[in-house]
C-alpha cells in the first residue's frame, strides 16, 4: 500500500474489514498532496496528524521513508507477503515547457516550491512573481508566493475567467492577498542573464471553442524576478513501464475495480485520473478497496 489521500481511503476500508494493511511513504509524513502540497493557511496539518494517530489506533501500519523503486519493491511486497498492493503514489511528474536556454534558479515546479513552504523553508528574494496556469495549484503558488515576501504576484492564464479551472473563491482569496490576474495571456520565453531572470516575453490570445488561440501581433513583455510553473502533473510513465505496469497519456491503466495489468496490483487517485481531486481520489481507493475485498470473499 503507497499512500496519499487515495491510499489512506483504500487502507481504512481494508482495515474496516478486517485486513493487516501497512501504508509505506517515501517522506517522513504522511498525506501526499496535503501535507506537502496545500498550504497551512489553507488545510491545518493537526488535522492530517489526527487523522494519522486515529489510522494507527485503528491498527493500520505505517512506514516512512519508503520509496518504491529505491528502498522498496513489489518483489519485496510479496515475499513479505502482502497479497495485494494499491499504488496511490499521485502525479510527480510535473508539466513545464521551455521558455529559456539559459540556467536559472529561478524557474520553479509548482509542487518543489509548495513542498519548500511546508517544510519551513523560505526561499528569498523572490522580486515579481509570474504563475503560469490557472487551477488550486497556480492560486495556491501564488499565495504562498505572498506569504514568502514576494514583492508582487502575478497569476497569467491562458484562457479567460470563465474557463479556469480554479474556484471563485481561490481567485477570490487571491485577490485579497494581493494576487494580480492576466487573463488570457500566454508566457512564451524568458530573458535570463548572469543566471537571474530579466524579463517575460508573452502574447494575447482569443477564445475559439474553449482554446487559447495566439493573437498576432500582441507580443508584450513584463518584469519578473521568479517564474512558478503550475500546469498540471501526470504519472511518471517510465516509472510504471519498467515495474510493466501499462500507462496511457500520463495515466495508469486500470479496469473498472481499479486493478493494474499486473493480478493483485491496484492503482488509484492522481495516478489514473487527470484533473483529480481529495474526493475523487478517497473515491477511487475505496472502490480499489472493495474489489479486493469482494475478490477475497469469493475465494473463500
Ligand atoms: C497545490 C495543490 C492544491 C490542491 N488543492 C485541492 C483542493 O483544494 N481540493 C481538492 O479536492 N483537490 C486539490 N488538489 C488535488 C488533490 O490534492 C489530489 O487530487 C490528491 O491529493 C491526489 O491524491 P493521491 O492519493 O492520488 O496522491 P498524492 O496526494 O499525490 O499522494 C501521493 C503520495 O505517494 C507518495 N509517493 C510517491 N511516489 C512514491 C514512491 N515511489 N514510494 C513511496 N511513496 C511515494 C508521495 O510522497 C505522496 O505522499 C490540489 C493539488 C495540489 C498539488
Do not use: W
Not at 10 to 28: N, Q, S, W
Not at 257 to 266: A, E, L, V
Request: overall charge negative; some cysteine.
Amino acid at each position: 500500500m503507497v499512500v496519499g489521500p487515495a491510499g489512506i481511503a483504500c487502507a481504512l476500508e481494508l482495515r474496516k474489514a478486517g485486513a493487516d494493511v501497512t501504508i509505506f511513504e517515501k517522506e517522513a509524513k504522511y498525506g501526499g498532496i496535503l501535507e506537502y502540497g496545500i498550504p497551512d493557511f489553507r488545510l491545518s496539518k493537526d488535522i492530517l496528524t489526527n487523522l494519522v494517530d486515529n489510522l494507527k489506533e485503528l491498527g493500520i501500519k505505517f512506514k516512512n521513508h519508503m520509496e518504491l523503486g529505491k528502498n522498496l519493491s513489489i518483489e519485496d511486497l510479496k515475499r513479505q507477503g502482502y497479497e495485494n498492493i494499491f499504488l496511490g503514489l499521485g502525479a510527480e511528474k510535473q508539466s513545464t515547457y521551455k521558455l529559456t536556454d539559459e540556467q536559472t534558479d529561478h524557474i520553479f515546479k509548482s509542487d518543489d516550491f509548495l513542498k519548500k513552504y511546508n517544510l519551513n523553508k523560505k526561499i528569498e528574494n523572490l522580486g515579481i512573481v509570474v504563475v503560469i496556469g490557472g487551477g488550486n495549484v497556480a492560486f495556491d503558488s501564488a499565495r504562498t508566493a505572498i506569504r514568502m515576501g514576494a514583492k508582487e504576484v502575478y497569476i497569467l492564464y491562458r484562457r479567460n475567467e470563465e474557463l479556469m479551472p480554479a474556484r471563485k473563491i481561490e481567485l477570490e482569496d487571491a485577490i485579497a492577498d494581493g494576487v494580480k490576474m492576466c487573463f488570457q495571456t500566454k508566457v512564451t520565453s524568458a530573458k535570463v542573464k548572469n543566471g537571474k531572470i530579466q524579463e517575460i516575453e508573452c502574447i494575447k490570445t482569443r477564445i475559439e471553442n474553449e482554446k487559447a488561440v495566439d493573437i498576432e501581433n500582441s507580443e508584450f513583455t513584463m518584469k519578473a524576478d521568479t517564474i512558478i510553473f503550475a500546469i498540471g502533473a501526470k504519472a511518471n510513465e517510465t516509472f510504471f513501464n519498467n515495474l510493466g505496469i501499462k500507462t496511457e497519456n500520463g495515466l495508469v491503466c486500470v479496469d473498472e475495480n481499479y486493478m493494474t495489468n499486473i493480478d493483485g496490483i491496484y492503482a488509484g487517485g492522481d495516478l489514473v485520473e487527470t484533473k483529480s481531486s481529495v474526493a475523487r481520489a478517497i473515491a477511487t481507493g475505496k472502490k480499489a478497496a472493495k474489489a479486493i475485498i469482494e475478490r477475497k470473499e469469493s475465494e473463500e
